[in-house]
């Protein structure tokens, strides 16, 4: 794990955690294991999950921007319909950002903020894939940035995928992940680099170090 300094941490206050990397990288695994750590996490695809159900403030802007073939039989958007068009368009995807991220990152923001003010000693971790391209890394006192090698983030994307009964050709997964800015690029922001391409048993080694990284910016 490469450990650079962070800026000072307010004692008043608990730490808010950004983890961030590639799709595929590893990200929420991290967070489980950091979750199992006593840290609270706040989960933004869940969130953005959330504001594609029916009834959501952003349901007017997709259909605006999309139209209704977004949406399934029962009326949510299907993330599926809308990953299709957008993976394969630069201009879709940057509206569908456009539209999404500003109440996804308000929702965690102040959800991150009611947890830290309540408890001094607490570590929130937000998972956060466009932590950096969405130029929001001064949100977070912590960045970790989660890397692995090209080959095993295509080969553990395309098997997730399977898991997941969404299976992805080689090219949707490479699409995925040439739509990201290279994990180097992210690495260079990062206050903590963790290299997922062990096994799980050395990905938990390297988050129990980072636990201990964290209690310690407590205790500067
Ligand atoms: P996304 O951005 O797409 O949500 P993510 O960065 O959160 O992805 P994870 O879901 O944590 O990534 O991991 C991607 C897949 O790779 C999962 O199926 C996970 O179980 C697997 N994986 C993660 N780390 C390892 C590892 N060290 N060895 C083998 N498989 C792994």
Redesign the pocket.
């Known amino acids: 794990m490469i450990n650079k300094p962070t800026k000072p941490v307010d004692p008043e206050r608990g730490i808010i955690v950004g983890v961030t990397?590639?799709?595929?990288?590893?990200?929420?695994?991290?967070s489980r294991l950091l979750a199992e750590k006593g840290a609270f996490t706040i989960n933004l695809?869940e969130i953005g999950h959330e504001l594609l159900k029916r009834g959501s403030p952003v349901m007017d802007e997709l259909l605006e921007a999309f139209g209704p073939d977004i949406l399934d039989a029962s009326g949510d958007v299907s993330r599926k319909k809308l990953g299709a068009i957008v993976f394969a368009d630069n201009a879709a995807r940057e509206q569908l950002n456009a539209i999404m991220h500003p109440p996804i990152v308000q929702r965690s923001q102040s959800e991150a903020h009611r947890l830290v003010a309540d408890d001094a000693d607490c570590v929130v971790v937000i998972?956060i894939?466009l932590l950096i391209e969405g130029g929001r890394h001064h949100l977070v006192d912590v960045i970790v940035v989660?890397t692995t090698s090209p080959e095993n983030q295509l080969q553990?994307?395309l098997?997730?995928s399977i898991?997941e009964s969404r299976p992805l050709s080689v090219e949707e997964a490479q699409a995925r992940i040439s739509a990201q800015i290279p994990l180097s690029e992210k690495e260079k922001f990062a206050h903590f680099v963790i290299d997922?391409n062990?096994?799980?048993e050395?990905?938990s080694r390297q988050v129990d170090q980072l636990w201990i990284e964290f209690r310690r910016l407590k205790t500067l």
């Not at 990397?21 to 991290?30: E, Q, Y």
């Open positions: 990397g590639g799709i595929a990288s590893g990200k929420s695994t991290v695809d998972d894939p989660v553990r994307l098997e997730r898991e997922n062990g096994a799980f050395e990905l």
